[in-house]
């Protein structure tokens, strides 16, 4: 129940930041960095809400997997058509591939997955749950 709790906080405090990087600071590489990496946060988040027994390396491989397909999909020019008819969809989907999310996306998926693991091992969490102590 606590690793769940846990992703529930992470997914809301990264949605949080990302839309005050969104909405608040200037567009410049630094915050679409920044936004990216946020992204990746909430979606392990969300991943770790849904499913807190999966193994930290899981939710690290399908959280890099989503966030590549979906730069991926930006390629078909989909996402900024959706994004001409509702704005708001730009926070799933961004709009225009930039092949430098890609490392974002990786960097960020593989940290977020050590320290999962490091912090699981230091609290005592099994891999297949949480302890019956936690």
């Not at 690290?60 to 997997?65: D, E, L, M």
């Not at 590549?68 to 591939?97: C, H, K, N, R, S």
């Amino acid at each position: 129940m606590k690793r769940r709790l846990l992703g529930i906080a992470v997914a809301l405090a990264a949605v949080i930041c990302g839309l005050a990087v969104h909405l608040g600071a200037a567009d410049t590489a630094a915050s679409d960095i920044a936004g990216d990496a946020l992204y990746v946060v909430a979606v392990w988040g969300g991943l770790v809400a849904l499913f807190p027994r999966a193994s930290s390396w899981l939710i690290g491989a399908i959280v890099v997997a989503w966030s590549v397909g979906v730069e991926l999909f930006q390629l078909t020019g989909l996402p900024v058509a959706w994004a001409g008819e509702w704005p708001p969809i730009v926070l799933v989907f961004g709009t225009v591939f930039d092949a430098r999310d890609l490392l974002v996306y990786a960097v960020t998926g593989l940290v977020l997955a050590v320290t999962d693991a490091a912090v699981r091992r230091a609290v005592g969490w099994r891999r297949a749950g949480v302890s019956a102590a936690a």
